[in-house]
């Protein structure tokens, strides 16, 4: 008797989550501003006492049509999609390294590349051939953390990094020694963020400390500092040159990179990380920085965009500095997602989808892939067009505004090939457009030679070209 009501348990138990799966499936969310492209994200249907079985989600952002790629496993860590959209890497605490096929939802599973190791994507190759992640194996004594590349076609494993835990980071990392003060020994490597652009460029978040630890199973002793210090230090670390910059000593001494990750711009080597502010306590500061080569051959940074943000930055979506968000609902556990964008050192932020928790329960972040065209890529960027109102329309005649030539541009973006330029005294007609990249709104133009061209109309205080007609 017992056992036909256990029976009669799991069985309605299994069609209460077979259920629920096609209700996800056929699910659909409101989409308030909608964006081509899709987000996968790790969940749960029922919160129970235990580890509950994950399943991974995918939003389609433009429609808002909701599909479960995978279901039934153990609580996945770290999601990563590839570039080109085709798979999802993540680990789970089974020590196994997944990739799902997307959108299929072909599992193919890595058994234990590092035997009692447990892993985490943290990118892909540009051509996502391969994917680099973070393994670690917390045994005492002797834990270890590894960055690691495994390639997909041929299934071969290469190794990247190896950092001891309680060992000098200098031995991991010899051009640190360039930069620290004082020896330093890693406790923990907490975050790792790979560029999307260049690969070798690494961001690696760490927990440190100052002094050196002889352990063993029946004994811990301080053998260096009577009085250690411990600190988090963010760097960035290039593989194949070995340079390495440190983030913490880039930022002014009011402000402390103390928590969370440093995320890669898809298309430039810019990164953007949340800072403690002494000064604003109860809001997150972001800090966008860019990688500049140096007349020597090494790259410095330089702290381009900084704004108080109310919200938690995702990611960049790949349109210019749109960033996608997360954020909470006051006297809820839903999550709000949206998009983003610091202009002018002031932040600007619209809804994109409300993911409720009742539907779906134990939601974290995942990660996001852009599927737009190049003309919707133009429309979309001028999400936030906060600039000043433009004067022009298409099949308008302009002109430069003063005496200086206005350069002529493949692209709308200010760092674009310069083919040309345009006088004073010379006439153009205005043939596409808006676009709005790097804080100006952009027009394409015909001269009277035909030479087609972008060039910008208006920042957030000047104005570069007027009508004539």
């Excluded at 190794?159 to 060992?167: D, F, H, Q, T």
């Excluded at 690494?202 to 500092?225: M, R």
């Excluded at 109860?282 to 007349?295: G, K, M, N």
Aim: aromatic share 12%; proline share 6%; glycine share 6%.
């Amino acid at each position: 008797m017992r056992r036909m009501t256990f029976l009669k348990i799991a069985c309605l138990t299994l069609l209460t989550t077979l259920s629920q799966m096609t209700q996800a499936q056929d699910f659909r969310l409101p989409i308030s501003l909608p964006l081509p492209g899709f987000y996968v994200f790790p969940g749960a249907f029922e919160v129970v006492t235990g580890m509950e079985p994950d399943s991974l989600f995918k939003v389609d952002t433009e429609s808002g049509e909701v599909q479960t790629l995978v279901s039934g496993e153990r609580y996945i860590t770290g999601l990563r999609i590839s570039h080109n959209g085709q798979w999802a890497a993540y680990g789970t605490v089974a020590n196994a390294f997944q990739f799902v096929q997307i959108p299929s939802g072909r599992l193919q599973t890595i058994r234990d590349p590092i035997p009692d190791a447990h892993h985490d994507p943290v990118g892909w190759s540009p051509g996502s051939d391969a994917v680099i992640f973070r393994s670690f194996n917390l045994s005492f004594p002797g834990s270890i953390y590894w960055l690691n590349q495994y390639d997909i076609q041929t299934k071969t494993l290469t190794r990247i990094l190896e950092l001891p835990v309680m060992s000098p980071l200098a031995d991991a990392l010899p051009a640190y020694a360039n930069i620290a003060s004082h020896p330093s020994y890693a406790t923990y490597l907490k975050s790792v963020e790979v560029s999307p652009l260049d690969p070798n460029w690494i961001a690696l978040g760490l927990d440190l400390t100052s002094y050196e630890v002889i352990s063993t199973p029946e004994n811990s002793q301080n053998t260096t500092d009577p009085d250690p210090n411990f600190w988090v230090e963010y760097l960035l670390w290039n593989n194949a040159t070995g340079q390495v910059i440190s983030i913490t000593g880039a930022l002014p001494i009011h402000l402390h990179l103390d928590y969370g990750n440093a995320q890669w711009r898809p298309n430039r080597l810019e990164f953007v990380v949340p800072i403690s502010d002494d000064f604003a306590r109860y809001q997150t500061r972001y800090i966008i920085f860019r990688l500049e080569p140096t007349a020597s051959g090494d790259w410095q940074l330089r702290m381009i965009e900084s704004s108080l943000v109310d919200a938690g930055i995702v990611d960049w979506i790949g349109i210019d500095d749109l960033f996608l968000i997360a954020d909470g609902v006051d006297g809820s556990r839903d999550t709000v997602f949206g998009l983003g964008q610091i202009i002018g050192g002031q932040w600007h932020r619209r809804e994109l989808f409300h993911l409720e928790y009742e539907t779906f329960k134990e939601s974290r972040l995942g990660d996001f892939h852009l599927t737009a065209s190049p003309e919707e890529q133009q429309r979309l960027s001028c999400t936030f067009d906060v600039y000043l109102q433009t004067q022009v329309t298409l099949g308008s005649t302009i002109r430069s505004i003063g005496t200086d030539r206005l350069p002529l541009r493949t692209n709308p973006q200010a760092d674009s090939d310069v083919i040309g330029s345009l006088a004073a005294d010379s006439e153009a007609t205005i043939i596409a457009g808006p676009a709005c990249y790097d804080e100006m709104r952009w027009w394409q133009v015909r001269l009277q030679s035909g030479l087609e061209s972008w060039l910008p109309e208006a920042s957030i205080s000047q104005f570069f070209i007027e009508p004539i007609r």
